[in-house]
């Protein structure tokens, strides 16, 4: 599975911002797509992630201000970022885990200025 990421760009605290990722095949064919995000001096962790049956989970950090959905015509998922802080700043990785086995996009780098 191919993954796209793009969205991604500088903006102020309290700014929005829309990640997509796009996958090579039907989302509605693998067990689930998430968002990951990274920064130098943290390991990778889960942002939000959504099932092939809508079923959402998120990191207790951006509950309440991060929403993921997915379009499975278009084959895409978003992630729609608001209220953006600077500890939001990192890498954003697009992740799908088809039949048990790990996808990753390049990364889009999200940056919130104070």
């Known amino acids: 599975v191919q993954l796209q990421a793009s969205g991604g760009g500088l903006v102020q605290a309290g700014g929005s911002l829309n990640l997509t990722c796009k996958a090579s095949k039907s989302i509605a064919e693998v067990n689930r797509v998430g968002w990951y995000r990274q920064t130098p001096e943290s390991e990778r962790e889960l942002v939000a992630d959504?099932?092939?049956?809508?079923?959402?989970r998120y990191a207790e950090s951006v509950k309440g201000r991060f929403t993921i959905s997915s379009n499975n015509d278009r084959n895409t998922v978003d992630l729609q970022m608001t209220n953006l802080k600077p500890e939001d700043t990192a890498i954003y990785y697009c992740?799908?885990?088809?039949?048990?086995?790990?996808?990753w996009g390049q990364g889009t780098q999200v940056t919130v200025s104070s």
């Open positions: 992740n799908v885990i088809d039949a048990f086995v790990n996808y």
């Open positions: 959504i099932t092939s049956v809508f079923s959402t």
